[in-house]
């Protein structure tokens, strides 16, 4: 089993950036591959990016591709999303989620077992 923290949310203005980070304890982490989902007030949670366990093949939804970095360092047991020119489209609640020995094909949230709290990302425009 292993247990998800969040940060890194927060309020920016429309072209901005931030960085997300998701802690991992529990399981070694590198057994685990690292998913980020996103959730809008009154939508369904949606697939954002994935990384394998090793942290060369990553995935994107067509929504965030070229604008954000998924990243994962091991030895820190944690999960990057770097996102940059937000939107306010992109305001929801972001989380973190792994499966074990899972790989880049996951992009469902049914795929993962295991999930964070989520932290809150605003844009204004």
């Known amino acids: 089993q292993v247990q998800l923290v969040e940060s890194g949310g927060g309020l920016v203005q429309a072209g901005g950036s931030l960085r997300l980070s998701c802690a991992a304890s529990?399981?070694?982490?590198?057994?685990?591959?690292m998913g980020w989902f996103r959730q809008a007030p009154g939508k369904e949670r949606e697939f954002v990016a994935v990384?394998?366990?090793?942290?060369?093949?990553?995935y994107y939804a067509d929504s965030v591709k070229g604008r954000s970095t998924i990243s994962r360092d091991n030895t820190k047991n944690t999960v990057y999303l770097q996102m940059n020119s937000l939107q306010p489209e992109d305001t929801a609640v972001y989380y973190c989620?792994?499966?074990?020995?899972?790989?880049?094909?996951?992009?469902?949230?049914?795929?993962?077992?295991?999930w964070g709290q989520g932290t809150q990302v605003t844009v204004s425009s």
């Open positions: 990384i394998n366990w090793t942290g060369a093949n990553t």
């Open positions: 529990g399981r070694p982490f590198s057994t685990y591959a």
């Open positions: 989620a792994a499966r074990l020995f899972g790989d880049i094909r996951q992009v469902r949230a049914n795929d993962y077992a295991y």
